[in-house]
């Protein structure tokens, strides 16, 4: 999701209120850290026997949640709320 676009598209209030709506991984975490840590949590579900469904897993103070289907990665995701503000804060 472009922050920019949806602004536009919407306004701010009713992207704010899309952003609040939905969860995120840490801000502070690069890609390659959330690569790393999304494929931890892999592993553990594989460990554990799973291999279809959701599978959730604390990794480094947050709370990760990777989707499986086939044995495969289907989705993940974090569990972190971020409003607008919260992403103009970033740049």
Do not use: C
């Amino acid at each position: 999701m472009q922050i920019p676009k949806l602004v536009e598209s919407r306004g701010p209030k009713a992207a704010d209120a899309a952003l609040r709506a939905r969860t995120f991984f840490p801000a502070h975490w690069s890609e390659l850290q959330i690569h790393f840590n999304v494929m931890r949590v892999y592993r553990a579900a594989v460990k554990t026997g799973i291999t279809n469904g959701h599978f959730e897993k604390q990794v480094g103070g947050f709370l990760i949640r990777v989707g499986l289907k086939d044995g495969r990665i289907d989705t993940a995701f974090g569990f972190v709320k971020m409003t607008l503000e919260d992403f103009k804060n970033l740049f």
